[in-house]
T-cell receptor, first 116, second 115 residues
């Protein structure tokens, strides 16, 4: 069975600093996708970044980058130059790379608080 | 383009009642997935619909059901509500058949409170 583990319930970072949110996963699938979502207090899940299991380069999207270490089964999110608006819950998720499902399995989340 | 629309945003129901939640996906998206989010259990997958057919289901009792219409809009129904059904219900819309970077777009959710 697939599983996502996020071991940091909460993280604090000062504005303009970088922060790494940890995510490890477990799957026996050869092909899978890894996602990070941000959930502000409003409740909406906002897509941040995606990494496919066969992608050799780490994904980047603006201030977000995904540190993908396949052998260690980790997919950490790095946010550079944190902003106050980055304060939110962050979820790591996994999906099998299948044409038959778009199901996502989520971790328990990390609450990030950015302070001035 | 318009995002994913979930209605209603908030709902209060009494134990034993039933409830129907609605989700309108992004135009062109054929897959709609539903998730339940609670403080205790986190985000849990309920079911996924693609082209009016349920193609994946999570581990929820039969009181939870759903359907998808020909325009890809989806509804989920919970019958005989229990206090533990109080949660944020999120709907996700995706293309459904392109596995290259198929991020799911979520609605703002429906917050259901059962009293």
């Amino acid at each position: 069975a697939q599983k996502i583990t996020q071991t940091q319930p909460g993280m604090f970072v000062q504005e303009k600093e970088a922060v790494t949110l940890d995510c490890t996963y477990d799957t026996s699938d050869q092909s899978y996708g890894l996602f990070w979502y941000k959930q502000p207090s409003s409740g909406e899940m906002i897509f941040l970044i995606y990494q496919g299991s066969y992608d050799e380069q780490n994904a980047t999207e603006g201030r977000y980058s995904l540190n993908f270490q396949k052998a260690r089964k980790s997919a950490n999110l790095v946010i550079s130059a944190s902003q106050l608006g980055d304060s939110a819950m962050y979820f790591c998720a996994m999906s099998p790379e299948s044409y038959n499902t778009d199901k996502l399995i989520f971790g328990t989340g990390t609450r990030l608080q950015v302070f001035p | 383009k318009a995002g994913v629309t979930q209605t209603p945003r908030y709902l209060i129901k009494t134990r034993g009642q039933q409830v129907t939640l609605s989700c309108s996906p992004i135009s062109g998206h054929r897959s709609v997935s539903w998730y339940q989010q609670t403080p205790g259990q986190g985000l849990q997958f309920l079911f996924e619909y693609f082209s009016e057919t349920q193609r994946n289901k999570g581990n929820f009792p039969g009181r939870f059901s759903g359907r998808q219409f020909s325009n890809s809009r989806s509804e989920m129904n919970v019958s005989t509500l229990e206090l533990g059904d109080s949660a944020l219900y999120l709907c996700a819309s995706s293309l459904g058949f392109d596995r290259a970077n198929t991020e799911a777009f979520f609605g703002q959710g429906t917050r259901l409170t059962v009293v």
